[in-house]
DNA sequence: TGAGTTAGAATGGCACCACCCGTC
DNA sequence: GACGGGTGGTGCCATTCTAACTCA
C-alpha cells in the first residue's frame, strides 16, 4: 500500500504522522519511507537514533519502492493545488494532517475542495496536535471539516510533549521512556488499523463488483 | 521602517506575528503589511473582521509602499536558501519565528547558518507559540539558538488560545473579549518595542559615527 | 509612474521591453527596474554589462520603491486570470507586449477580455517583435486586437538583431555599437513618449474633472 | 534497469535523451519514464502526441515503479553538486547528457569531479548536439572529457532538425517521417545498446564474483 | 424596579515538570 | 546507584456563578 502524507501548512505533525504511520506498517509488513521533504526532516530524525524501518531519499524512491510492501511518502510543506491532484493519483490514500485551528482549517477547505472536485476519493484529513479538554477545538474543528464534505479519521492525534521528546531522541513514540507514549503511540494505533480496515472495504467491495461481472 | 516576516515551517506564527507587529506599528505611525503569502492568509483574516492598517496584495507592494512609515512583509512559507539573501536585503529587519521544538529549530540552524555566513547582521529569531510553565521548551529553545550563536528577541509569545480566535474574528488580539487577550497582546507589544529600541540604537549609532565622520 | 509589463507567453519581449522603457525613463527622472521574474533574466542582463538605471529583486520592492520617480515592474512570465487584476491594480499603466502570430494573439485575447470586463482601463498592448514588409503581420495584428475593443500602441516594435546583441552585451539597444541600433532604440523611445503623453492626459482630465467640482 | 538522465544546463538534450532511451527500451521490456522536470518536458511532449511506453509524474514515481522493468528518470534541469550524490545512489545508471561547448564541458567537469571523488562509478557522459563534420567539436569534447577521467558513451548523438521535429509532433524520431529519421534514431538505438551491454558486463563479473566467493 | 447582559472570580480538568520513594 | 512509578504543584482552558451595569 502506498501512503501519501501532505499538507498545506508546515507544524501540523506531517513528519510524525508520516514516521508513526511507518512504524505501525512495519510492524505489519515491510515499509519504506520517502523522505520528500526540502528539509529532510524524517531524515534528520532517523539519524538522531534509530527508526525501524528504511529511509531513503525521494530521488531514491524508484529504485527501492519495489522492495517493500509498504511505502510512506512524506511530500514537501506546501503543494500547489495543481500538484495535489498529481500527488493524489501518485498513491492509494492521501492523508491530509490538519491542526484544528482557524488558519490551518482555512487552507484546507480552500484548498481541498478543488481535489473534491476533481473526483478523487483516496484523500482523508487526520486531525493533529489536538488540545486537551476541556478545549473543544477538535471537535469543532471535525464539525468544520465534515460539514465541508470532506472524510475525516475517527480518532485524532493529540498534543503530547512526548512527541517532541521522540522527535529529539530519534525513535518512534512507543520507544519513548515517558508515561504518556503509551497513549500517544495508541493514537497512531488506531490511525493505522483505520486504514488496513478501509484498505480492506476496498478490496472486499472490488472483489465483490468483480464476482457480480463473472 | 520596513520589516520581514519569514519562516522554514508554517504554523510557527509567521501570519499572526505580521498582523500584530502592524498593529503595535500602527499605534505609533502609519503601517502597511503586505501580504506575499500564497494562501494570503493576512488577506483572509482582515476579510473576516477588521484590521487596524491597511493590507495589500505584494503584486501591489511597489504602488502603496511609499505612503507608509511602517511597511510589514509577510512572505511565503518556505524560503529557499538562497532566497533569505534577498528577503535579508529587501528590509531594515527580518524577523524569523519559531516554535520551541526540535523540528522547528532544526530547519532554523540549518538554514539560518548560511544567513550568518553571509554577513547579513539584520535578523532576528522570535520563539513562538511557546507552551506554558512548567514546561521548559521555550527556556531550552532560547539556549540552543544562543549557542548557535544567532540574535534572539528577549521576549517570547507565549501560546494563548486567544490567538486562534483572534484570527477566527478577524481582529488583532487586544481586540479580542477575552480574559488573556492583554497577556497576549503585551508579548507583541514587548517585540514591537525591542525592534524599536533596537532601530533607534542603529540610528543613534550611525549618527555618531557620521558625526566622528565630520 | 509606475508601470508593469507582463504577458503570458515568453519571448515575446517581455524583459526586453521592461529594460529599454526603463533606459529611457532613466533620461527623464530617476528609475527602478523591478525584477519579478523567477529567472531573473532583467538581473542577468544588468550582470553581463551595465544598465544606466537600478535594478531590484522583486523581494526587496518595497524597500527601494519609494526612492524613485518612476518605478517599471518585470513580472513572472504565465501570469493567471486572477493574478492579472492584482496586477493592474498595483500599477498606473499595465503593458502586455505581444508578438504579431495566431498563438499569441489567442492567448492574448482570450485572457484580456476578463481585464476589460473587470473594468481595469489602465493596460495597454505592444505589438512587438515585429517583422520588417512587406509582411504585413503587423497590421493584421493591430487589426485584430483593435477588433477585440483593446488599446494598442500606436508605434509597434520592429524585429532587430541588434535587440540580442544588446542582450547579449548587457546594455540598452542605444549604448550597441551597430548599425541598426538608433532605428531599434527610436521605437522605444517613442513608446516612452505614448506613454508621458498619455499621463498627463490623464492629469489634465483629472484636473479638469476637479476644476468643474469646485 | 533504472537509468537517470541529469544535465548541469538546459538545451543539452537531457529530455530527449530520456524520451529515446526509454522508447528503445520499451522494445525490449516493459519501461515507464518518470517525469521529474519541473516544466514537465516530457509530460508535455507525450501529451503533444504518443509515446510508445507510460510517462508519469515523478510524484507518482513509487506508485507505478514496481510495474516495470526500465525505469527512466528525467531529472530537474540544475542538480546541486549534493543532489548528484543522491541522484546517482537512486539509479543503476547515471547518464549526463552534454552539447561540445567550452561552457557546457566546464559545468560539467567542476562539478563531476566531485562525484568521482566521492566512489561513484555508475555514471557515463554522453555527447549530444554534435554538430556534423568538418566540426571537430565532438571530438575534441570528447578527448576534453576523457582526459578528465571520465567515462563517455562511445557513440555521441548528432545534431539533426529531426528531433525538434519529433518534440513538435510529440513522438520519438523514429516515427517521424523524415529522410534523416533513421540516423537519428539509430544513434540512440546505438547508445540504447551501449547501455545494455554495460550491464550484462556488470551481471556476469558480480556472478563470477559471486562464483569466486562460493 | 426588574430583567437581560456583561465582566470578573471561583472551580474543575488536564498536561506538564519536579520530586519522592520503592525496587532491582 | 539507576530506573520506574506515583504524587504534588503550576498554568491554561472551559464552565459556572456572582455582581454590577444598562435599558425599559
Known amino acids: 500500500m502506498i501512503i501519501t502524507v501532505a499538507s498545506f501548512k508546515g507544524g501540523v505533525g506531517k513528519t510524525t504522522t508520516a514516521v508513526h504511520l511507518a512504524a505501525f506498517l512495519q510492524s505489519k509488513s515491510r515499509t519504506l519511507l520517502i523522505d520528500g521533504d526540502p528539509n529532510r526532516s524524517t531524515s534528520n530524525w532517523a539519524k538522531r537514533g534509530h527508526l525501524p524501518f ?39 490514500l492521501l492523508i491530509l494532517p490538519t491542526t484544528p485551528d482557524v488558519l490551518s482549517l482555512d487552507a484546507l477547505t480552500l484548498t481541498i475542495t478543488s ?29 468544520s471539516v465534515e460539514q465541508a464534505g470532506l472524510p475525516v479519521f475517527d480518532r485524532v492525534i493529540r498534543r503530547y510533549a512526548v512527541f517532541q521528546k521522540a522527535a529529539l531522541a530519534g525513535v518512534p513514540v512507543c520507544n519513548v521512556n515517558d508515561p504518556k507514549a503509551k497513549d500517544a503511540w495508541e493514537d497512531y494505533v ?13 478490496r472486499r467491495s472490488t472483489e465483490a463488483t468483480f464476482a457480480r461481472a463473472v
Chains 1, 2, 3, 4 share one sequence.
Open 190 to 202: 488506531a490511525i493505522g488499523k483505520e486504514i488496513l480496515d478501509g484498505e480492506k472495504q476496498v
Open 54 to 92: 528504511k529511509v531513503v531519499d525521494e530521488r531514491q524512491a524508484a529504485m527501492h519502492a519495489r522492495d517493500f510492501d509498504h511505502v510512506i511518502i512524506d511530500t514537501q510543506a506546501r503543494p500547489e493545488k495543481e500538484d495535489l491532484e498529481a500527488l493524489a493519483q501518485g498513491c492509494h
Open 115 to 143: 481535489l473534491k472536485n476533481l473526483g478523487s476519493n483516496n484523500f482523508k484529513v487526520l486531525l493533529t496536535v489536538v488540545p486537551p479538554r476541556p478545549s473543544r477545538d477538535g471537535d469543532e474543528a471535525r464539525l
